[in-house]
């Protein structure tokens, strides 16, 4: 009994840091005094420290411990999220959708002209598509430093008009840099890009450097349609009512995920969140094509890097970018 109660204890000590760490990071990160934040952060330790060494008995401390955290998560839970900030250009104008019958007409959809990475003119378009013209879903991976954490753009394909990508991202006011830290916080919000391939995939390839992979799914006509008007469906909702971005919670996979009815959702796993791991769960769950390729192979062909670059500013970038991909081949199995 005696080693069941020092056990307990230690749980209960060890989940009074985790809260005590969490409530720094909320202070440092979220609270309202500017460079303040830290010497508020850091009176917060201090008094927490005090509070795990000094008093006395155990359930007293714990009690301090858990009133301190309390009432961080108390206030923190008070911020809202706005649509009205000093935002950055490349995400100055939140995308909206009209439906009508067939056509979806999709306005301030991006179609930047892009000098460098940070040297571009901000374009907004508005753009009509017909939803009897999905003809499928293309996946675009990239990655810019871990190989388990990526970003995934959904790439709409339409039998009339040039795609549509959708881009689930932090939507930072000016001066902001992204953090994975502080995307644990209330640091972002979030926001739906909808945007050209020349745009959002080029930015990547040709200006950021990173190395993006892209596949087609399996999925259906039919299912790209649901699919596409899911998308509608989040970003007129985020339009009127923003969201939080969240690292762990809501981020650029995550959102993809609930945005499904619950009876539609993948099974959880763990390469959902370490998602730069999430083409290889794709393809062992037969949801892109393959080419009969073994993973590996696979992979490696469907780097694009080197074809986006080639391609710039050519007004044939999407079709250029996909010659030769392994999902052009026609005894792919997966793609019945």
């Not at 509070?51 to 155990?58: D, K």
């Not at 940070?118 to 810019?144: C, F, H, K, M």
């Not at 953090?179 to 990547?204: K, M, N, P």
């Not at 370490?274 to 062992?284: A, Q, R, T, W």
């Amino acid at each position: 009994m005696r080693v069941i109660r020092w056990a307990g204890a230690l749980l209960v000590l060890l989940a009074a840091i985790i809260a005590i760490a969490w409530a720094f990071g909320a202070v440092w990160f979220d609270a309202p005094f500017g460079n303040g934040n830290k010497v508020a952060a850091l009176l917060l330790a201090i008094a927490s420290a005090i509070a795990l060494v000094f008093v006395r008995p155990f359930w007293r401390k714990v009690g301090v411990i858990a009133l301190l955290f309390g009432g961080v998560l108390t206030w923190w839970l008070t911020l809202s999220p706005t649509n009205d900030s000093d935002w950055q250009p490349d995400v100055a104008q939140k995308v909206w959708a009209e439906i009508q019958g067939d056509e979806v007409t999709l306005h301030n959809v991006r179609n930047c002209d892009y000098r460098t990475e940070t040297d571009y003119t901000p374009r907004w378009e508005t753009r009509t598509v017909r939803l009897s013209q999905v003809t499928g879903i293309d996946l675009a991976i990239n990655y810019w430093g871990s190989p388990w954490i990526a970003h995934p753009i959904v790439s709409f394909q339409f039998a009339d008009a040039p795609p549509l990508c959708f881009s689930i991202e932090t939507r930072k006011k000016l001066g902001q840099t992204y953090s994975t830290v502080g995307g644990l916080y209330r640091q972002f919000e979030l926001i739906y890009i909808v945007a050209d391939e020349r745009d959002v995939i080029r930015l990547r390839t040709n200006y950021r450097k990173e190395d993006v992979y892209l596949y087609r799914t399996t999925v259906s006509p039919a299912q790209a349609r649901e699919r596409f008007l899911e998308y509608i469906h989040s970003l007129n909702v985020l339009r009127n009512k923003p969201r939080w971005y969240n690292a762990i919670t809501t981020n650029c996979t995550t959102s993809i995920r609930t945005q499904h009815p619950r009876n539609e959702r993948v099974p959880w796993d763990w390469r959902i969140l370490l998602n730069g791991k999430g083409d290889e769960l794709m393809y062992e769950r037969h949801a892109i094509v393959t080419g009969g390729l073994p993973f590996a192979e696979l992979e490696s062909r469907s780097l694009i890097d080197a074809r986006a670059r080639a391609a710039n500013d050519s007004p044939d970038f999407s079709k250029l970018i996909r010659e030769g991909l392994p999902f052009a081949l026609p005894s792919d199995a997966s793609a019945r």
